[in-house]
């Protein structure tokens, strides 16, 4: 169902000792709200996190997961891993990972399928770079993400799918979409579905954006029809603003 949702990702920041400290503060200061709240802790942090957020509506969520069930994969981290720590909610293509772990649609695809294979919820995310915007390219640089890693899957798989667009030229360089611009593409993205999947799904799948979101701009581009929330880097990592950004949704 289309649900309002605000996400930290906190990336590779926070020790052990930091990340409590951070969940404890956003748990104390979290205030009345309808939205969805998650944070995604690195991997080695997952644990204690759960641990730290149990009586706590805040959802603990994965950056990454492999879809592989299972092997000789150094270094990664299976679905069953997750959920067996009680985390359900994994990000799947974050810009981070395609540009720096050379993570490609076909790659992304397995991932998707692999986690809703498990039951898992997907927060997917995909956006363009500066050379595509400048080009005229952004709009069809989108659609061929979605299309490659999602539009495989079935109508009943929607359920599972948030998505997260996010301009790879926004994130963590303090420059943001404008709310038009975010809007503009979070209506372009709901189109491409309903012409793939029909209005239900189209109208039910939340779509937030991210992109250098921060409390002197998150009203302004949460208050847009098409906009649902926010994936949020740099500012989830200090916890008054990322209240703040909870408080403008
Ligand atoms: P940012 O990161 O808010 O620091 O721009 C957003 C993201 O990468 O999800």
């Given amino acids: 169902m289309r649900s309002k949702i605000v996400t930290g990702n906190w990336k590779m920041n ?27 802790p690195a991997f080695v942090n997952l644990t204690a996190a759960v641990r730290n957020l149990e009586s706590s509506t805040i959802e603990v969520i994965a950056q990454n997961m492999h879809f592989a069930e299972s092997g000789a994969y150094t270094g990664e981290i299976s679905a069953d891993m997750l959920l067996s720590i009680g985390i359900d909610t994994v990000i799947i293509g974050h810009s981070e990972r395609r540009a720096y772990f050379g993570e490609t649609d076909e790659i992304l695809a397995k991932k998707v399928v692999a986690a809703l294979e498990k039951n898992m919820r997907v927060m997917f995310c995909f ?29 009943n798989s929607w359920g599972k799918i948030i998505l997260a667009y996010e301009p790879v030229w926004a994130i963590g360089t303090g420059e943001t979409a404008s709310p038009e611009q975010a809007q503009e593409m979070h209506a372009f993205i709901r189109k491409t579905i309903l012409e793939a999947y029909g209005t239900s799904i189209a109208n039910s799948v939340s779509i937030l954006y991210g992109g250098s979101v921060k409390p002197a701009n998150a009203e302004e581009i949460f208050s847009k029809p098409d906009v649902d929330g926010g994936l949020i880097g740099g500012a989830s990592l200090v916890s008054d603003d990322f209240i703040a950004i909870i408080k403008a949704i």
């Fill in 14 to 40: 926070k020790t052990a000792a930091q990340t409590e400290a951070l969940l404890a503060e956003l748990s104390g200061k979290l205030p009345d709200t309808e939205a969805e709240v998650m944070v995604a």
């Fill in 127 to 155: 956006g363009e770079e500066l050379e595509d915007r400048k080009s005229d390219k952004h709009f069809s640089l989108v659609e061929s993400q979605l299309k490659n890693a999602l539009f495989s899957l079935d109508a």
